[in-house]
């Protein structure tokens, strides 16, 4: 549909493949040793692990529907449906939670999307194109970091968006309805998952109608028509439930356009490409005030290397996008221009409504839903532009997939030798599990939260049996007044109870400390600290009291 022939595409049967689909399947071991050396290093995170309120109690999902008289969860926001709580409750049945269950699933997934985009870019490229575009995202820093730790969460948005063009495009090679009637049906529940994977929905739909309008007038038939429809409304249908319940509240939350913040956009975007947007919000940036020094093997290794190639940030795949839009004329006539302009339109159309929309596209996790396609537009142009270089084509290709592609590995490092070095920022902390276990030796006693960041790790690590308690919402006004103190009074008047907070250089959200002191020295309390949890490098994090008069 939009590659050039069969031929070229280098879908040729028996022994021309293998070694094709072996250097591919090397390329996916490596993305997903990455991901597992990473692992370890941050805490649990709150929107990481968001799907436990799904499964444990104390319950918070937005909409459920009964099942044989049980509820079965269907959104957990206006905007973010249940499906990954669905994903995960089978395998946190036999798998006590950790960093490890959690983490080594959405690296399997991201490995998963990395092979079919392999088996898409054989179809629309030529195999050094395809080989080109597996390597380039296997060690992409944005792609690895967000796919490990699954915040956003995009690791099933960018899953269901490559099966779903794979689907169709198999469906265009084969007329196959069943490839039709699944990629809608994928398509359906990467928008039940996350209803802003409509940008990217909008973007395929664009990049599809200028590359293969041919291809789709064909396909435009009632009964294709009628199957994609049903499909892709079985797999959206608990999103439109919720929405027709709400009065359309998703769709009114979501649209609205503003210029507002457009530098900061930009330069996330930009970040976002270079790898460098995450240091700092994930781990403690250097200059770190206390460091700790490599514990084993791996981990001198990586400090070593880091220190050796300079603590290299950023990684040189925008510039790759920006040369690979200069060599889009020079491309025109070849077969390289489909595909080119296919991830062209794509990525102009969902980062344009990602950049006009208000109060989105300011994040990582937002831009780097628009992955894998850049990868694709690059490895066409290199590709086709190698093919013009005659012998010298294919080494040339090599040279430069293979400098973006180190250079990103060592990006990549950056953040595992500061997570050494260093540890993990804010709310990634890893003295998260500290406090798990010191709550977990307080048997019985109710734990009142009092910060964000912290409810959804205990929740999930404890499976729901450990008594919590939300307790922010009064800290939250800049003039309490009475309404806000009998609510502190409350909880603090319950006998037994234990209350979470962040040391003051930690708070999530800021000043909630001091508004706390105030409002209970208001009341005639005072905080009795029974614990301060460290990290694993000595920082102070959280703060475990009682309330004395």
Same mark, same amino acid.
């Given at each position: 549909?939009?590659?050039?022939?069969?031929?070229?595409?280098?879908?040729?049967?028996?022994?021309?493949?293998?070694?094709?689909?072996?250097?591919?399947?090397?390329?996916?071991?490596?993305?997903?040793?990455?991901?597992?050396?990473?692992?370890?290093?941050?805490?649990?995170?709150?929107?990481?692990?968001?799907?436990?309120?799904? !499964? *444990? #109690? &104390?319950?918070?999902?937005?909409?459920?529907? @009964?099942?044989?008289?049980?509820? /079965? %969860?269907?959104? +957990?926001? $206006?905007?973010?449906?249940?499906?990954?709580?669905? !994903? *995960? #409750? &089978?395998?946190?049945?036999?798998?006590?939670? @950790?960093?490890?269950?959690?983490? /080594? %699933?959405?690296? +399997?997934? $991201?490995?998963?999307?990395?092979?079919?985009?392999?088996?898409?870019?054989?179809?629309?490229?030529?195999?050094?194109?395809?080989?080109?575009?597996?390597? /380039?995202?296997?060690?992409?820093?944005?792609?690895?970091?967000?796919?490990?730790?699954?915040?956003?969460?995009?690791?099933?948005?960018?899953?269901?968006?490559?099966?779903?063009?794979?689907? /169709?495009?198999?469906?265009?090679?084969?007329?196959?309805?069943?490839?039709?009637?699944?990629?809608?049906?994928?398509?359906?529940?990467?928008?039940?998952?996350?209803?802003?994977?409509?940008?990217?929905?909008?973007?395929?739909?664009?990049?599809?109608?200028?590359?293969?309008?041919?291809?789709?007038?064909?396909?435009?038939?009632?009964?294709?028509?009628?199957?994609?429809?049903?499909?892709?409304?079985?797999?959206?249908?608990?999103?439109?439930?919720?929405?027709?319940?709400?009065?359309?509240?998703?769709?009114?939350?979501?649209?609205?356009?503003?210029?507002?913040?457009?530098?900061?956009?930009?330069?996330?975007?930009?970040?976002?490409?270079?790898?460098?947007?995450?240091?700092?919000?994930?781990?403690?940036?250097?200059?770190?005030?206390?460091?700790?020094?490599?514990?084993?093997?791996?981990?001198?290794?990586?400090?070593?290397?880091?220190?050796?190639?300079?603590?290299?940030?950023?990684?040189?795949?925008?510039?790759?996008?920006?040369?690979?839009?200069?060599?889009?004329?020079?491309?025109?006539?070849?077969?390289?221009?489909?595909?080119?302009?296919?991830?062209?339109?794509?990525?102009?159309?969902?980062?344009?409504?990602?950049?006009?929309?208000?109060?989105?596209?300011?994040?990582?996790?937002?831009?780097?839903?628009?992955?894998?396609?850049?990868?694709?537009?690059?490895?066409?142009?290199?590709?086709?532009?190698?093919?013009?270089?005659?012998?010298?084509?294919?080494?040339?290709?090599?040279?430069?997939?293979?400098?973006?592609?180190?250079?990103?590995?060592?990006?990549?490092?950056?953040?595992?030798?500061?997570?050494?070095?260093?540890?993990?920022?804010?709310?990634?902390?890893?003295?998260?599990?500290?406090?798990?276990?010191?709550?977990?030796?307080?048997?019985?006693?109710?734990?009142?939260?009092?910060?964000?960041?912290?409810?959804?790790?205990?929740?999930?690590?404890?499976?729901?049996?450990?008594?919590?308690?939300?307790?922010?919402?009064?800290?939250?006004?800049?003039?309490?007044?009475?309404?806000?103190?009998?609510?502190?009074?409350?909880?603090?008047?319950?006998?037994?109870?234990?209350?979470?907070?962040?040391?003051?250089?930690?708070?999530?959200?800021?000043?909630?400390?001091?508004?706390?002191?105030?409002?209970?020295?208001?009341?005639?309390?005072?905080?009795?600290?029974?614990?301060?949890?460290?990290?694993?490098?000595?920082?102070?994090?959280?703060?475990?009291?009682?309330?004395?008069?």
């Amino acid at each position: 549909m939009l590659g050039g022939e069969r031929v070229q595409n280098g879908d040729l049967p028996g022994r021309h493949a293998q070694p094709f689909e072996s250097v591919a399947l090397l390329l996916t071991l490596t993305f997903v040793l990455t991901g597992l050396c990473l692992i370890p290093y941050p805490g649990l995170q709150n929107d990481e692990v968001l799907f436990a309120g799904a !499964l *444990y #109690a &104390p319950g918070e999902v937005l909409e459920s529907i @009964s099942v044989f008289k049980k509820p /079965l %969860p269907t959104m +957990l926001m $206006g905007y973010l449906g249940a499906l990954k709580a669905w !994903l *995960y #409750a &089978p395998i946190l049945a036999i798998w006590q939670p @950790s960093a490890w269950s959690v983490r /080594l %699933p959405v690296v +399997l997934l $991201g490995a998963c999307t990395l092979w079919l985009f392999f088996r898409l870019s054989r179809r629309l490229l030529d195999r050094r194109g395809a080989l080109a575009a597996c390597a /380039l995202l296997a060690a992409d820093t944005t792609f690895v970091i967000t796919t490990t730790f699954d915040w956003g969460p995009v690791v099933l948005q960018r899953l269901f968006a490559v099966a779903g063009v794979w689907l /169709l495009v198999r469906f265009h090679d084969t007329y196959n309805r069943l490839y039709l009637g699944t990629a809608f049906l994928v398509l359906g529940l990467a928008l039940w998952d996350k209803a802003l994977f409509g940008w990217i929905l909008a973007g395929l739909a664009a990049a599809a109608a200028c590359t293969a309008p041919g291809a789709i007038r064909r396909a435009l038939g009632w009964r294709n028509m009628a199957l994609a429809l049903a499909c892709f409304l079985i797999g959206v249908s608990p999103l439109i439930r919720h929405t027709w319940r709400t009065h359309m509240d998703t769709l009114h939350s979501a649209v609205g356009w503003s210029l507002e913040g457009w530098r900061g956009k930009l330069h996330v975007a930009s970040s976002t490409l270079d790898g460098s947007s995450l240091i700092g919000y994930l781990t403690v940036d250097d200059p770190a005030g206390r460091s700790g020094e490599p514990r084993n093997a791996l981990e001198r290794l990586s400090v070593a290397v880091d220190t050796m190639a300079g603590r290299p940030r950023h990684g040189w795949l925008g510039y790759a996008l920006g040369l690979s839009l200069l060599l889009l004329p020079l491309l025109w006539r070849s077969p390289a221009r489909r595909p080119m302009l296919f991830s062209l339109v794509l990525l102009l159309v969902a980062w344009g409504l990602m950049f006009l929309g208000r109060g989105v596209g300011g994040s990582s996790h937002h831009v780097s839903l628009l992955w894998p396609w850049p990868h694709l537009m690059i490895a066409a142009a290199f590709a086709g532009a190698s093919r013009r270089l005659g012998r010298a084509g294919v080494p040339a290709l090599i040279l430069a997939v293979g400098l973006i592609s180190v250079k990103a590995l060592l990006a990549t490092n950056v953040h595992l030798s500061q997570y050494i070095r260093n540890g993990a920022a804010g709310s990634w902390t890893d003295a998260i599990h500290g406090l798990s276990d010191y709550l977990g030796t307080q048997p019985g006693k109710q734990v009142v939260v009092l910060d964000w960041g912290v409810l959804e790790p205990l929740r999930l690590l404890h499976r729901g049996r450990l008594p919590l308690i939300w307790g922010a919402d009064p800290l939250r006004t800049a003039a309490p007044g009475p309404d806000e103190l009998r609510l502190l009074g409350e909880m603090a008047g319950q006998p037994g109870r234990l209350f979470v907070s962040h040391t003051d250089s930690h708070e999530q959200f800021a000043g909630v400390n001091r508004q706390l002191v105030l409002m209970l020295d208001s009341l005639g309390l005072r905080r009795d600290v029974l614990k301060v949890i460290p990290d694993s490098h000595g920082r102070p994090v959280y703060e475990v009291w009682a309330v004395r008069r």
